[in-house]
């Protein structure tokens, strides 16, 4: 933010804004004092109509560390007061970046335990949705799971694999694991199936159409039928996928891809929409929302 090139209003950031940095790890101060009584205000908005929306939706490790962080509607959080918690719980950190940022900068971030996340806010017109990831959804979506010790290895492990996968030119199989557990995953609990996915978790809509909507799939977890999967990056999801529990992230953490990318190399990728005779299926949608497009 000291740089008056970069402008918190502008409509796009990071590297899908053409914004040149500074430092090789893109990371910029917070500036937490520059924020404008509307942007509070905005974030306050979004935050007390989402905390309505997830109770009874967000898994139980989400709402625990959601409780356990300096995160409140009052005023968008400072970094540095999440970090201190963050560091003490799981020996994470949030570093403010000015919006998306280069895929080898973002997993060498994660493989060292920092968390990027976008410094702006999204305008009061944006506040049904935003192609790209502000504060809102990096902090109120994505920071919560990081106190949870498993989900904390499994970022590091997925910033240590990125780096490998980039490298092997397979990274768009491991980005359908992100997308679908990190952002778009759904997990098991005694009471049904509940949210963990930050992309769902920071949206109004897709909360709620996540879990109550009759459109979509809801299948049960598989690593190699996850990989092999496509998903929609302009719209709801055609499937989500369900972990037995966060606990079952551990074992994806310790896994050697390798092997899997061999594996699939030969296999064809499956649509957003399919349902596999071999799945498990929680519930099939009957893709009326997506038909309707």
Not at 132 to 150: A, K, L, R, S, Y
Request: glycine share 8%; hydrophobic share 40%; net charge negative.
């Amino acid at each position: 933010m000291d740089d008056p090139s970069f402008n918190i209003a502008d409509e796009k950031h990071g590297i899908v804004g053409g914004y040149v940095p500074e430092r090789p790890d893109w990371t910029i101060p917070q500036n937490w004092q520059a924020y404008t009584a509307d942007e509070h205000g905005t974030w306050k908005v979004l935050f007390d109509r989402q905390m309505e929306r997830v109770r009874g939706r967000a898994c139980q490790a989400y709402l625990d560390g959601l409780n356990d962080l300096p995160i409140t509607d009052a005023a968008i959080p400072n970094f540095d007061a999440l970090s201190e918690v963050l560091t003490a719980k799981t020996g994470w950190q949030v570093v403010a970046v000015p919006g998306m940022v280069p895929n080898d900068v973002f997993f060498d971030h994660l493989a060292n335990r920092r968390f990027p996340a976008g410094q702006f806010i999204r305008k009061r017109h944006q506040l049904d949705y935003l192609q790209e990831p502000d504060v809102f959804h990096d902090i109120f979506g994505h920071v919560p799971m990081m106190m949870n010790p498993v989900m904390a290895d499994f970022m590091q492990a997925y910033g240590e694999g990125g780096l490998r996968a980039e490298k092997l030119g397979v990274l768009d199989r491991l980005a359908r694991l992100y997308w679908y557990t990190v952002e778009f995953g759904l997990v098991e609990q005694p009471e049904g199936l509940r949210i963990f996915g930050a992309g769902i978790l920071s949206s109004f809509t897709e909360t709620v159409f996540a879990l109550d909507d009759a459109s979509p799939n809801r299948i049960g977890f598989d690593l190699r039928r996850v990989m092999r999967t496509h998903y929609r990056i302009d719209e709801f999801q055609e499937s989500y996928f369900v972990l037995p529990s966060i606990d079952s992230l551990f074992e994806l953490a310790q896994t050697d891809f390798g092997p899997i990318y061999d594996e699939l190399s030969g296999q064809a990728d499956l649509r957003a929409s399919d349902v596999l005779e071999s799945d498990r299926v929680f519930h099939h949608g009957t893709g009326a929302y997506h038909k309707a497009l």
